[in-house]
């Protein structure tokens, strides 16, 4: 391994450390600040390209459990198109669409 090599190595741990942290933390928005700008400054690297894809569940999820449906529903799907293989992003989209659904039903046709 090469120098710089080993200080691109060495950027990486560093960024997925602090993206840990921040989501150990749950600053999840932070942890996809960290990790985009990562992921941008190294592009080949599948952990930080996984990690982000992790963190932004993690932000779809608490947007989901803020109700706020359709925005959760974009983030899992930008963590989808980053991981195809992200098995819990999936399924958030499946659950996050249910909730639409059900909220637009409520908005038309259960009374108030």
């Known amino acids: 391994m090469c120098i710089r090599d080993r200080a691109t ?4 741990v560093s960024i997925n450390n602090k993206a ?27 952990a930080l390209k996984r990690n982000l894809a992790a963190a932004l569940n ?3 999820l608490t947007a989901l459990n803020a109700q706020q449906y359709d925005k959760a529903l974009d983030i899992f ?12 992003a999936r399924g958030n989209i499946a659950i996050a669409v249910s909730y639409t659904h059900l909220d637009v039903y409520k908005r038309q046709f259960v009374p108030r």
């Open 20 to 46: 840990t942290a921040a989501m150990t933390a749950k600053d999840y928005s932070k942890a996809v600040e960290i990790l985009k700008d990562g992921y941008a400054k190294h592009p080949e690297s599948g």
């Open 9 to 12: 190595a060495n950027d990486v």
């Open 58 to 60: 993690n932000t779809g």
């Open 77 to 88: 799907q930008q963590a989808l198109a980053l991981n195809p293989d992200n098995k819990p």
